[in-house]
């Protein structure tokens, strides 16, 4: 049959009625059979236009034409020389607006399901050893210059491995007990299993790659105390743990929670193993998460998991305008969220104890672009309505941890609190590298890891002397 002609494979998953009631992935993978069924509709384009999509620079054409032969150890060996986490990027990274968007089968069928092929692979291989692989390819002579990460999210560890196989020796600073950054306390366990996290940190530490845990940058050492100390670079992949908050009236009555705090303690402190882990979360009989990106997907369907009775998500803009993965917003509608469109919060109201007990909303509708170039909602004159909630969750968007900035001389800083970079992710500070959300913002898992990989080249030139070169690589931003 040609291959314009084959139909995209898709992944079984758990039924919603039943996955709604555990923490369990919702997917459940290719089987070997689908995988190579699948790769078989890659057209093997003479340029390949789905590699220009990615930010870690996979050679997609290649591992994809070793997958439809059978040839798995190839097809990953082929992927893991530019991307040390496929089975975190084939579960989270937006392939449908990377890779999957340039896909050319893409203009006239569904594109290859490259995410889904790649998280086959590392799920095949770690099947195949009970991990992820080791890096006994990677170079046994060192250089002897020690590299500082501070941060072991996707950026810092990306920055880390890349580093490692160059020949440095690499330290990670880890302010949580575990590493992975956002990927470890920010997703949940049905969308990113910790096992999986993990099984993929060890890779990274196969290479040589020390973890420093519970090591706070900015109060045990500053970033001027590590350069002192004798490491040659210093890269900054704090992320961007602080969460925004509304500033309307009522917004401190107990029982509201940024997103930030609600999913860290469910992810930390393993509220998802209930009873097994007594966990301080509130379970609100009904829940408001306030939002549309993925982390408000994330906080809706934990609260469903963690057995709220009724689940609302109230955003601003209707479903056209949602940042969301598809995906993300069709498995909460599965699974019964109830989305609350054109609405927004104008004030929170609580009880005579200060608990939460609802907020009063207002309807909206849709008006000229703004500067994003979405359309702009626009309230309805008398269209207040009470909302009640005894959780409720606020999903807008964090910004940078102010630390770094705050503790390190000569770094300079944005308006939004993010710190300046240029695209290879050097700092004004000479010797000091920054990357992912630090610089971009909260942006996406995969350009973090793509501002990781070109920190590494840029530090490894500014090192040996070497210029940057004339083309220009990836940009680290957005």
């Known amino acids: 049959m040609p291959r314009v002609k084959i139909d995209r494979h898709s992944m079984a998953e758990q039924d919603a009625a039943v996955r709604v009631g555990n923490f369990q992935e919702v997917p459940f993978g290719y089987d070997a059979e689908q995988a190579m069924a699948e790769a078989s509709r890659c057209l093997q384009c003479k340029t390949p236009t789905c590699m220009d999509g990615c930010p870690v620079e996979v050679d997609i054409r290649s591992f994809l034409l070793a ?21 975190i990027c084939g579960r989270v990274c937006p392939q449908e607006t990377q890779c999957e968007e340039q896909c050319l089968l893409g203009k006239k069928k569904r594109p290859v399901a490259i995410g889904n092929l790649e998280r086959f692979l590392a799920d095949w291989e770690r099947g195949q050893n009970g991990s ?17 990460i501070v941060g072991s999210g996707p950026a810092g560890l990306t920055c880390a491995a890349d580093l490692a196989r160059m020949g440095y020796d690499v330290t990670i600073f880890e302010a949580f007990h575990k590493a992975g950054g956002v990927l470890i306390y920010g997703i949940p366990e049905f ?29 045990l050492d500053t970033v001027d105390e590590l350069l002192e100390q004798g490491y040659s670079a210093v890269f900054v992949g704090t992320g961007a743990g602080l969460p925004y908050f509304m500033g309307l009236p009522g917004e401190n009555a107990i029982g509201i929670y940024s997103a930030n705090e609600y999913l860290t303690r469910s992810n930390l402190m393993r509220a998802y193993d209930f009873p097994n882990a007594d966990t301080p979360v509130l379970r609100g009989d009904r829940v408001a998460v306030i939002g549309g990106g993925n982390v408000a997907m994330d906080a809706a369907r934990t609260a469903l998991r963690l057995g709220s009775r009724e689940v609302s998500l109230v955003y601003r803009r209707s479903r056209e305008e949602m940042p969301a993965r598809n995906e993300e917003i069709h498995h909460a509608e599965q699974e019964g969220v109830r989305f609350e469109y ?11 104890n ?38 409720i969750v606020v999903a807008i968007g964090n910004g940078p941890n102010p630390l770094i900035a705050q503790t390190t001389a000569d770094i300079a800083t944005t308006k939004r609190g993010t710190i300046r970079a240029d695209k290879f992710g050097r700092t ?5 590298y920054a990357g992912g959300d630090i610089v971009l913002g909260a942006a996406t898992v995969i350009l973090a890891m793509g501002a990781g ?12 002397g070497i210029p940057d070169p004339v083309e220009d690589e990836p940009a680290a931003t957005a």
């Open 354 to 391: 200060g608990w939460a007990r609802g907020m009063t909303c207002v309807r909206m509708q849709l008006g000229e672009p703004d500067d994003s170039g979405r359309r702009r909602p626009v309230v309805i004159e008398g269209s207040e309505f009470f909302l009640p909630a005894d959780v």
């Open 342 to 352: 054109l609405c927004a919060p104008t004030r929170f109201e609580s009880d005579e």
């Open 453 to 464: 990989k070109s920190a590494a080249r840029a530090i490894d030139r500014d090192l040996r």
């Open 191 to 219: 969308r990113l299993p910790k096992s999986i996290v993990q099984a993929e940190v060890d890779y990274v530490a196969s290479m040589g790659v020390e973890f420093r845990y519970n090591h706070v940058i900015g109060k």
């Open 67 to 87: 997958v439809e032969a059978g040839k798995f150890a190839d097809a990953i060996g082929i992927i893991k020389n530019t991307n040390g986490l496929p089975a």
């Open 132 to 148: 992820n692989g080791d890096a006994k390819s990677a170079p046994a002579a060192r250089n002897g210059h020690r590299i500082a």
């Open 428 to 432: 004004s500070k000479k010797g000091v």
